[in-house]
């Protein structure tokens, strides 16, 4: 599978698109960078703008908020979908209304359980019906365990995720799924799961939104770009949050984007063929040599030329049952 090729912006071809939020939108309580001014250019020029995220902690709303502040354009709590509220469907799907639910988790999950007349408790008692786990900053080893004791009692066990990390200001924190994994340790079990790369949280946006061609936006090749996938919806990678530019390139064909973009800029532009020759790849303007193992750009042309130049000869390396080039120093030459 190659790059797909556009001579058009990508706002121009997909008519909404679906943003991931930590890592590609913002990182902890800043935007990153380029993002407001991407999406902002792309809503103004028609494209819709719609935001769904792993991250269960806290509630629609709040995260509407978020991105307000930020300067993001949001249309209404509509346009932001959280996993918390994929996961809540799933149970009530399930068990029915009016049940108690344990809940190892923050106050977004809880608040979406009550919106589709779940009850959530925090330990297990009489009448419990399920277990559920989300990310939460604040879940502690008794909360663990007590999901542990439900798990054990034989009661459906849910989770948000399983994002094993969390793109976080000071760096790379433990995600959700490694709370879960916990959990799993100690259990001998696995949860069924409503987040990316599952499709529980697109068959929610989707059924929200009923876009026409949808572009799912991410920097998660294993949640954002799988999921996509699983989906059958065209993706496009950034390279803003978990997933480096060495990780797009040792993707095999399964896994791989539709698009790659430096950043929320891809949005607003076209992307040009990948021109594939002995030893070198030239997209546009921006030309990538295979030297000694590693892929090596000149600096002259645009990044998101020479990105797509470095992935195109990276796979074309790698399809061939050579070894994955090194090429996460490239972006260091811009």
């Known amino acids: 599978m190659a790059l797909a090729t556009t001579d058009r912006p990508l706002h121009e071809i997909h008519d909404v698109a679906l943003l991931d939020l930590d890592g590609v939108v913002y990182v902890g309580p800043d935007a990153v960078p380029h993002a407001r001014e991407a999406l902002e250019a792309a809503a103004g020029r028609g494209m819709g703008i719609a935001y769904l995220t792993n991250n269960a902690s806290r509630r629609p709303e709040d995260v509407a908020d978020h991105l307000r502040d930020l300067g993001m354009p949001v249309s209404g709590t509509e346009a932001v979908v959280t996993s ?40 297990l008692g009489d009448g419990v019906r399920a277990v559920v786990q989300g990310f939460s900053p604040d879940l502690t080893w008794a909360d663990l365990a007590e999901a542990s004791y439900a798990v054990h009692a034989g009661l459906p066990w849910y989770a948000s995720n399983t994002d094993l990390t969390f793109p976080s200001a000071r760096g790379t924190a ?54 996509a996938a699983a989906a059958g919806i065209d993706s496009l990678a950034v390279l803003t949050g978990v997933s480096s530019l060495q990780t797009v390139a040792a993707t095999t064909a399964a896994s791989r984007p539709t698009y790659v973009a430096p950043d929320l800029r891809g949005l607003l532009v076209d ?42 000869l990276a796979w074309e390396i790698i399809d061939r049952g050579d070894t994955v080039p090194a090429v996460d120093h490239l972006l260091a030459v811009s």
């Open 271 to 312: 992307h040009p063929p990948v021109e594939i020759g002995r030893g070198d790849a030239r997209c546009a303007d921006a030309q990538v040599r295979h030297l000694d193992g590693s892929l090596e750009w000149d600096g002259s042309g645009e990044a998101l030329h020479a990105v797509r130049a470095a992935i195109g």
């Open 84 to 123: 918390a509220q994929a996961v809540a469907r799933l149970i009530v799907d399930d068990i029915g209304p009016g049940e108690k639910v344990l809940v190892a988790g923050g106050v977004g999950l809880r608040h979406c359980l009550e919106e589709v007349g779940l009850v959530p408790v925090a330990r």
């Open 174 to 227: 433990p995600g959700n799924g490694s709370m879960v994994q916990a959990v799993a340790n100690a259990t001998g079990r696995a949860p069924r799961v409503a987040g990316k790369p599952e499709r529980a949280l697109f068959e929610e946006t989707l059924a929200r939104l009923r876009p026409g061609s949808p572009l799912m936006v991410g920097d998660r090749i294993d949640t954002d770009i799988d999921g």
